[in-house]
């Protein structure tokens, strides 16, 4: 007997009068409204508006469930379609089985959909909620807990998982808690996420990617770890050789992307006309605008009168030497002309030597 071990809950399910409440299905519930939370407030960092990942997470997620369950249910069929098995379980969502392969493949299809109806890029929301998607997988592989199922090889260690059920063909006893490791995986996976993306700016789904190649090394050791009935293809289990394939494909795109589409998207929404602010706010602005031109009209006319007054009084204080000119008669009469203002400041002195010479030149005319 083991002194210390993971204990496995009695039953997966409780029962509110008639309605039951599966605890695989509130794993589940619980992951998705931890990534669309976490997806918002990146996607709202990024850029982009309150509510888009929520509303394009609404094509997502019915997508996601049904490619999840597609894949377990043909790569498992013979749960389903062997002789003395019904078929009508395959629907049976609740009793466990969802592939994230399948989950992710066609739940990418549907947030294709939404991000096209929205007109944004899929790489830029799936970047936002990557890590999310990671932290969602932590919380679903609780509900294997509560279902007995996909646990490891037979352990003596005391984080054991104590296996109760014997039903569809287990054998009670001390197992590896492969469901526990893969959850604590995904954790680590979602804030590696988080520190490369804001370390070297990741954009146009390398995050993503990054998530995807990060998920994939954590499965391959875990996957080989459990002792679950799986197809084999050269002695490796088949979610094995998937996690092989989607690792290098993952590695792949970040390389090319990074070569054709270096850096982040500077645009990841565009504006909308609920945007754009409203009439009686354009008004408002408008009119305050129009006050500060008249005030502003207004002090420039001001500064311009002083400005005007004291070239007036600069005029009086320096004004031009009248000289005087002899008429037809003999007489002398006062000129109005004046030398140029600058001329009189750069040399005071030559301009009153000038009206001497020419009032002497006046007198002398006047002798004679």
């Not at 990942?53 to 469930?65: C, K, Y």
Request: some cysteine.
């Amino acid at each position: 007997m083991e002194l210390a071990y993971i204990p496995s809950p009695s039953h997966g399910v409780l029962h509110l009068g008639p309605i039951p409440l599966r605890g695989y299905a509130f794993c589940i519930i619980i992951g998705v409204f931890l990534a669309v939370w976490l997806g918002n407030k990146r996607w709202i960092a990024r850029g982009g508006r309150a509510g888009t990942v929520a509303d394009i997470a609404v094509w997502a997620v019915p997508f996601g469930l049904v490619g999840g369950r597609l894949y377990h249910v043909i790569t498992d069929y013979e749960l389903y379609f062997s002789e003395g098995r019904d078929w009508v379980d395959a629907f049976k969502i609740w009793q466990g089985g969802l592939g994230i392969w399948g989950a992710i493949a066609l739940g990418a299809l549907g947030a294709w959909i939404g991000c096209r109806r929205r007109g944004i890029p899929l790489p830029a929301w799936a970047d936002a909620v990557a890590p999310g998607i990671a932290f969602a997988q932590a919380s679903g592989r609780w509900g294997n807990w509560f279902n007995q199922e996909l646990y490891g090889r037979a352990t003596d260690l005391p984080w054991a998982l104590h296996i109760t059920s014997s039903t569809d063909g287990r054998v009670p006893g001390y197992y590896h808690p492969t469901f526990l490791y893969e959850s604590l995986w995904c954790v680590g996976v979602g804030f590696l996420v988080i520190w490369a993306d804001r370390r070297f700016k990741l954009g146009h789904g390398r995050a993503f990617a990054l998530y995807v190649a990060a998920y994939c090394v954590g499965r391959g050791w875990i996957e080989y770890m459990r002792v679950d009935d799986a197809h084999h293809i050269l002695g490796l289990r088949l979610n094995d050789w998937t996690a092989i394939v989607v690792f290098l494909l993952a590695v792949l795109y970040i390389v090319i992307s990074s070569r054709l589409r270096p850096g982040r998207e500077e645009i990841v929404e565009p504006r909308t006309d609920e945007d754009a602010p409203a009439e009686g706010d354009e008004s408002v602005a408008t009119e305050g605008a129009a006050d500060k031109a008249v005030e502003s009209e207004g002090g420039a006319a001001a500064e311009d009168k002083e400005e005007a007054k004291a070239k007036g009084k600069a005029g009086t204080e320096d004004g031009p030497v009248d000289l005087g000119k002899e008429t037809g008669d003999g007489s002398a009469t006062s000129d109005t002309g004046s030398a140029s203002a600058p001329e009189s400041e750069e040399d005071p002195e030559g301009g009153s030597d000038a009206g001497s010479v020419a009032r002497d030149e006046a007198g002398s005319a006047k002798k004679g």
